[in-house]
């Protein structure tokens, strides 16, 4: 006769976690935001792999920045989203797996209902894992764009200030809505790995 081991989680384990502190000063956001609007602008497409624009799904303008136009700020999302992980999440291994992208979202812009992780492992290598969504804009500067996240089938709608960062497992489903005024600009980055086991 096989006797089941109910295997708990530690008490410690969030997945919906927000920064205790601001991740970078305004002054600091104001300088992200410099080195992005420098950059291409690209309008977002929806999937992993074999990607598609769909505006009824998502409308917003995003840009990749890349390690060394901002090498000391990448060091300070690494530091976070390794604290972040090891007191929360307990994801191993870990590690920052591609640039981070710069969004961008103005009125009307938008992102439904959504995962950041594949299904398909072959069009994600690393695997994304822990999402990390700085708000680089003030909040006084745009209506709307509320960021929610479905945690035990509730929408949670989640506030951030100028600097604050939010931290979720990557196949937790989360959206932002519609923006009515101004101009929302936040930076998510991923940190990834080996397969979820």
């Known amino acids: ?17 927000k920064s205790s502190a601001p991740i970078f000063t305004p002054y600091e956001c ?20 074999k990607t598609s624009q769909d505006y009824s799904k998502r409308r917003t303008d995003i840009a990749w920045i890349p390690f060394d136009k901002m ?24 590690q920052i797996g591609e640039m981070a992208q710069f969004t961008k979202y103005s009125k009307e812009h938008h992102y439904d209902w959504h995962t950041d992780s594949a299904i398909l492992f072959d069009v994600q290598p690393p695997v994304r894992k822990l999402t990390m969504v700085t708000m680089l804009s003030d909040p006084k500067d745009f209506t709307g764009g509320e960021l929610q996240i479905i945690d035990d089938t509730k929408e949670n709608t989640l506030s951030l200030k100028q600097g604050e960062a939010i931290f979720f497992a990557s196949f937790i489903r989360h959206r932002v809505l519609a923006i009515t ?15 979820l086991r």
């Open 71 to 94: 090498p000391d700020k990448y060091e300070i999302l690494d530091d976070w989203g390794m604290k972040i992980n090891n007191n929360h999440f307990g994801f191993d291994p870990l």
């Open 181 to 195: 005024s101004g101009i929302r600009i936040s930076m998510p980055i991923w940190f990834g790995g080996t397969p």
């Open 30 to 49: 104001k300088e992200i935001i410099e080195i992005g609007n420098k950059l291409p602008q690209l309008d977002a497409n929806i999937g992993l792999g």
């Open 1 to 17: 006769m096989i006797t089941p081991k109910i295997v708990s989680e530690p008490k410690w384990k969030s997945y919906i976690v």
